[in-house]
């Protein structure tokens, strides 16, 4: 009989108690976002922002998906950017003053 494995978690208890206090915010209407201090209504929202707070804390959550860094890759010095695609002199636009509407006859 093979011995049977602990689950590792993959979040710590100190996260999913950001979450629940998080959560019970967003429940009374008193969550705001970060800058724009606007009230969140999702709730996907309301758990990415208790996520981040709890990452900010120092708990044990996930990094973000997609945020990989990997520490020995570094540009070499030798590579240059390609110039890109350059603008044509065309026509130059009218310093933002509309013609004014024309009358149909």
Same mark, same amino acid.
């Given at each position: 009989? %093979?011995?049977?494995?602990?689950?590792?978690?993959?979040?710590?208890?100190? %996260?999913?108690?950001?979450?629940?206090?998080?959560?019970?915010?967003?429940?009374?209407?008193?969550?705001? =976002? +970060?800058?724009?201090?606007?009230?969140?209504? =999702?709730?996907?929202?309301?758990?990415?922002?208790?996520?981040?707070?709890? $990452?900010? %804390?120092? %708990?044990?959550? &996930?990094?973000?998906? +997609? #945020?990989?860094?990997?520490?020995? #890759?570094?540009?070499?010095?030798?590579?240059?950017?390609? &110039?890109?695609?350059?603008?044509?002199?065309? $026509?130059?636009?009218?310093?933002?003053?509309?013609? &004014?509407?024309?009358? $149909?006859?």
């Amino acid at each position: 009989m %093979a011995a049977k494995k602990k689950s590792k978690r993959q979040y710590g208890a100190a %996260a999913s108690k950001t979450v629940k206090k998080v959560m019970r915010k967003k429940k009374r209407g008193t969550l705001e =976002s +970060g800058r724009s201090k606007k009230k969140v209504k =999702s709730r996907k929202q309301a758990i990415a922002i208790a996520l981040s707070e709890a $990452r900010e %804390a120092g %708990a044990k959550v &996930p990094n973000k998906p +997609g #945020r990989k860094k990997s520490p020995g #890759r570094k540009k070499s010095p030798g590579r240059k950017k390609s &110039p890109g695609r350059k603008k044509s002199p065309g $026509r130059k636009k009218s310093p933002g003053r509309k013609s &004014p509407a024309r009358k $149909r006859a």
